[in-house]
């Protein structure tokens, strides 16, 4: 398929997408574009071993909820202290896509995708407020029309929302469905969810309802009275229930599944329901509609002249016109698969109807996905004006008479706007100027009765990757694999753009060829560009399980060798497949591993020795780990664990018989990593899952070591990513920022530097495990080697900056210069208690801008201080730094500056130093004591001084080599000076200053606080 070229430089790739080139597609590809694009999340289903999330999701929820609300706090806390959000450690930044172009479509008619969209809702009132429900991502609004958008559900977890709604009479009471059914298809399919939620304050926070799941699991729709808040119909895969008490208890309306709910706008009382399967494995039940004229308190199956017979019509979809109540459309699909039967028209509300004979027509709008999703919506000041959708959108202007259709998902083709495929809801604005459609790419509009759509996706961070993989040499160069959405290439900051159709799975980008790309799909579908991205082939020679579903594994696995860059590796279910040749012939050296028993082998995941390759390990079903030691031609079976559902296995990168390994297995209680350090012999769990500095008890979907700190190992689970920097004797919540959502993947920077991770339903993540790499000539080491100390200053009077020098005087304290060695500006101390926390001092002498940051080095946790310009801040924490773990308490805060001294003026020089205990500054002109008194003794004395320069100094109490009072004084050689005080201690102390004239001016800081002063005036010489 020719593409834009994608690797190449950034103005190019901004020129091509501007300019929209369109894709040419090749006959040899045209059967790829055709691939099912219904899978919905069986790829996830497989990883974790089940189809029933809804007990994990509600687990999700409230564990990764509890922890990202405690993060919030945290981070709050640090910001009304003054704080950077760095305080407590590394931040995760969103890489998007907050926005992707499609292939086939274009930027310039709406060809801008994001994730799966189940269903919108609008203001009543105000059509730039509108909800929209996401497969992966929860709900998302906006205030202004889709220009800009904000997640409401991130501390959720990844849910699925089949439906939303607004109260008419109350926008802020909203109701959502979890779960999205239009993605079912059997159990491999199902996107179960916790339940309904509903919200008081129009998304800001959202309840799940009392009632649990007894409404269902698999929300279809909802709607609410347009009279009454709180009276609400949900349609799920139980059947219909209604609530009037905004959701507290619900009562069953219709025992049958329940796919649509349509309230006649214009007459409350009359409500229809559709009922019936949303896939053909139900074929005990059959597609009906339904009336009710007490506002949905009970219901009458309505079937005269309805097309088809009551034993071929399948999922029904229904629309009331709102400017008349009698007009009424439905949209059947034909029982027993996606084809679509027909629609049909009433004219007497329902009570009888009219075969559209839309098929006849040449509107075949559903094209087999009817099954599972369909849409139809009428004009709202004009009944016969009707639009429905399915895989693209049709209108009709005359009720259905004729019909033109007004949008191609392969936007490419022809003059129709691109729209994406598998449309799942259409909604009118309140002013019924503009109509909405909600689709597997997001969301599109027209405003003009679809003669023209533009995409509302840009800033919806929706795509749900199942990979990614990226560049060993080019930190820009990244790719994933999406559900629904193909292979998205990352070109420029949150912008991507789609390489490949169909569901992304395994990719791999040649180490030093970055022309050479390999991509694929689910059942060993693998493909090949030798140009960049330009074309993509299929790559399957000698590949014999490719395409076979009883052979191959729906998600994909691609692997690069360590070494030799032109070596991959993938997997069917039996057997690892290798290439020499970067994909273009394949082979299986070993053939079918056996097994070992008689269960049946199934590949789940492999990896190879990061060093040389020269090893590999599998992660199979039933718990078997399988190991080659010569290049994948022989394997044996070394250890069948007793957890299954593994989830990846890796070497420790400096001992090959120590191996790790995940489960991502959802039942609770489960330990979820464990280790061998004798190649399998032996096996113990390092998990601590549920404790108090052990994992979540939710699934590890990989594992992956940290190629600086051996001891360091980060775990991508369902609700974020977790770090032990300890060999898992400790797991914390690694970095600040991340939702609650499923990490799917995880890769660090060959240096350690960053990590990236991809996510289910949010997008990709970035984070800098660290502001800058280690630099021993610009940072301190102290208090035994735990804590890193760093300092970045930017002058006050000139654009001048960078990072200060260290002087180290102990290992519990230091100080930094910022362009003389001889001129210290800021000193640290760190008193490390050996109980696992430490206590923090900050002087700032200076009036340089400048930033310390400190880093435990066991957990990588930081603490940012930063000192404006032109201020003097003194700083002190006794509960952050940590050095057993990541945990982080709320810091004290910045406090505040000593009052003003007053003295006279000299220009006499004193004595030299004749007393230590009082030390001559700034050419002798200035004679300085301090006396200190103990918090918590209550010794007491006259403190001794160290002299540095003939202008500053510092004072220690009872050890030479324990300062705790730090003096500056700045002479300008025209009898004025600067008096700089920075206290890092918790004594209490007196400074007092004396001029050669024996006038003295004094600051005393009580105890228990840090005081810094600075003045300008005080001193006259």
Known sequence: MKRPRLFGTSLLVFTLLTLAVPARLEAAEREREDLDLRVGERGLHERLGTSNLGPLRLRAAEIGGREIRAERARLQAARKAGMAPNALGPVWKSMGPDYQTVNGGSAGNGGIDSGLASQLAIHPTDGN??????????????????????????????????????????????????????????????????????????????????????????????????????????????????????????????????????????????????????????????????????????????????PGTSSTRGRPEIAVAPSNANRVYVLFAKHGGGQQLDMAKSSDSGETWVPLETLSKGANILNNQGDLMTCVAVDPRNPDIVYAGGLDAWKSTDAGATWKQLSRWQGVFGSLPYVHADQHHMVFSPDGGSLYIATDGGLFRTSDGGESFSSLNRGLVTLQFNTMCQSTTDPNLVLGGLMDNGTTLRVGGTAWQEVYGGDGYGCVIHKTNQNLVLASYYYLGIVKSTDGGNFFRRSTSGLFDSGNESAAPFPTILKAHPANPDWVYTSSRTKLWFSNDFATTWTSPSGDIPSGDSTQIYIREFSLLPTDGSRIVIAANVGRIYESTDGAKTFSRIAKLTVDTLSAARYDRTDARTIWVSTARPNAGTERVWVTKDGGATWSSVSKTGQANGLPDMPVLTIEQDPVSAQTWYAATYIGVYVTKDNGATWSRFGTGLPNVIVTALEPFPDGSRIRVATFGRGMWEIDTQEAPPDPTKQLLLSKGRVRVQVDWKSQYSSDSGTAFPIPQKDEFGYFYFSNSSNPEVFVKVLDFGSGSALCFVGGLSDFYYKVTFTVVATGQRLVFEKPAGSLIGFADGATLKFGSATTAAPVGLLALGADLAAGESTSPAEPDADPQEMKLSKGRVTVAVDWKSQYSGASGRAFGIAQQDEFCFFYFSDRNNPEVFVKVLDFGDGNAVLFVGGLTDFEYTVTFKNSRGETATFKKPAGELIGYANGDALKF
């Open 129 to 306: 407020t509108i909800w929209l429900a996401t497969s992966g991502g929860g709900v998302w609004k906006t205030t202004d029309g889709g220009a800009n958008w904000r997640p409401t559900m991130d501390d959720l977890g990844q849910l699925p929302i089949g439906a939303v709604a607004v109260a008419k009479t109350n926008p802020n009471r909203l109701y959502a469905g979890s779960a999205n059914p239009d993605t079912s298809n059997a159990g491999t399919q199902n996107a179960a969810g916790i339940g309904l939620l509903v919200s008081d304050d129009a998304g800001g926070t959202w309840r799940v309802s009392p009632a649990g799941t007894q409404p269902g699991t698999n929300y279809f729709d909802i709607d609410v009275d347009p009279r009454n808040a709180n009276i609400v119909l949900a349609a799920s895969e139980k059947g219909l229930f209604r609530s009037v008490d905004g959701g507290s208890s619900w009562t069953q309306i219709l025992p049958m599944q329940t796919v649509s709910v349509a309230w006649s706008p214009s007459d409350p009382n009359i409500v229809f329901a559709g009922t019936g399967p949303n896939y053909p494995e139900r074929v005990e039940q059959y597609g009906k509609v339904w009336k009710s004229t007490d506002g949905g308190v009970s219901f009458v199956e309505k079937t005269e002249g309805l």
